[in-house]
């Protein structure tokens, strides 16, 4: 079993989607934090664009089920966190840019 990095996590998160915008959850700058301990369990602190969101256990539930799927992940821990608020600037700076039409 080989060490798993966040990087390794990230690309797992950036696999899901959110339904009602057609961008992953990665680029939408939804994902505060990612840990990998040594033994390959992974703590991962996400937000959402707003409280009321209809599908936060949906799209949690998608991105615990994504990282799972690594090769040798150990535990996966989602923690839904609100502070800082999240903010259209965490937008990744391409994904903005296609949004604005700025290519």
Request: hydrophobic share 40%; proline share 5%.
């Amino acid at each position: 079993m080989g060490k798993i990095t966040s990087d390794d996590v990230y690309k797992a998160l950036a696999e899901v989607y959110d339904p009602e915008i057609p961008i992953n959850i990665v680029d939408l700058g939804l994902i505060y934090k990612v840990e990998v301990d040594d033994d390959n369990n992974v703590d991962i602190d996400m937000t959402f664009t707003t409280k009321g969101c209809p599908m936060h256990l949906f799209i949690r539930e998608q991105a615990k089920a994504s990282v799972e799927k690594i090769d040798g992940i150990g535990n996966v821990n989602v923690n839904l966190v609100w502070e800082p608020q999240w903010t259209p600037e965490m937008i990744s700076k391409e994904v903005r840019e296609k949004l604005s039409g700025e290519e």
